[in-house]
């Protein structure tokens, strides 16, 4: 299951999903294999549920026992989409390995290394977005999800911090709705 909740100009009540989730065998690398998980907002209808024209989503992911596997947390500014358009955004949330530098002093900070072939791909959210008529914004037909099935400290025990990017498309930005 998973809970989607936005907040803004204004706060949607949160709504609760069934996850379709798959598992994938990755067995050409070390890589964690990963769950893929589909959340259905058809459900609501065409539109979808309605969210501020920027603001946060947040998404909720639950194992059967009812923890909490995974909050996805992602900020979003649409205000520019114009009325009966479409866009989304695509968060990714890698593992990349961390060393001391290389004074390695009291108060010096951790470096990442850099985001080569180290970084493994931990978690990766993917919302689709559109305007109505009238300019209100809706996440609608699915909110797809990717997540590791294994801790985040790797087999050999190296330290890990997670960067997380989020990408939408750029040229153009939005596109019409068809």
Same mark, same amino acid.
């Given at each position: 299951?998973?809970? @989607?909740?936005? !907040? /803004? #100009?204004?706060?949607?009540?949160?709504?609760?999903?069934?996850?379709? *989730?798959?598992?994938?065998? $990755?067995?050409?690398?070390?890589?964690?294999?990963?769950?893929?998980?589909?959340?259905?907002?058809?459900?609501?209808?065409?539109?979808?549920?309605? @969210?501020?024209? !920027? /603001? #946060?989503?947040?998404?909720?992911?639950?194992?059967?026992?009812?923890? *909490?596997?995974?909050?996805? $947390?992602?900020?979003?500014?649409?205000?520019?989409?114009?009325?009966?358009?479409?866009?989304?955004?695509?968060?990714?949330?890698?593992?990349?390995? @961390?060393?001391?530098?290389? #004074?390695?002093?009291?108060?010096?900070?951790?470096?990442?290394?850099?985001?080569?072939?180290?970084?493994?791909?931990?978690?990766?959210?993917?919302?689709?977005?559109?305007?109505?008529?009238?300019?209100?914004?809706?996440?609608?037909?699915?909110?797809?999800?990717?997540?590791?099935?294994?801790?985040?400290?790797?087999?050999?025990?190296?330290?890990?911090?997670?960067?997380?990017?989020?990408?939408?498309?750029?040229?153009?930005?939005?596109?019409?709705?068809?």
């Amino acid at each position: 299951m998973a809970e @989607v909740g936005a !907040s /803004g #100009t204004f706060c949607p009540s949160h709504m609760t999903f069934p996850v379709d *989730v798959s598992f994938y065998s $990755v067995s050409d690398d070390n890589a964690p294999s990963p769950y893929m998980g589909v959340i259905n907002l058809e459900t609501l209808g065409k539109r979808g549920y309605r @969210v501020p024209p !920027s /603001g #946060t989503i947040q998404v909720t992911l639950f194992n059967p026992n009812k923890t *909490v596997v995974k909050m996805f $947390v992602v900020v979003y500014d649409l205000r520019a989409m114009p009325a009966g358009h479409q866009t989304f955004l695509r968060q990714r949330t890698f593992s990349v390995p @961390v060393r001391w530098d290389s #004074t390695h002093t009291p108060g010096s900070s951790r470096k990442a290394l850099s985001l080569g072939q180290e970084r493994i791909l931990r978690y990766l959210i993917h919302l689709r977005f559109q305007t109505s008529r009238s300019g209100k914004v809706y996440l609608h037909r699915d909110i797809r999800l990717l997540f590791s099935r294994k801790s985040m400290e790797v087999d050999s025990g190296a330290a890990y911090e997670l960067k997380s990017y989020t990408e939408s498309p750029a040229d153009p930005a939005f596109s019409p709705r068809c």
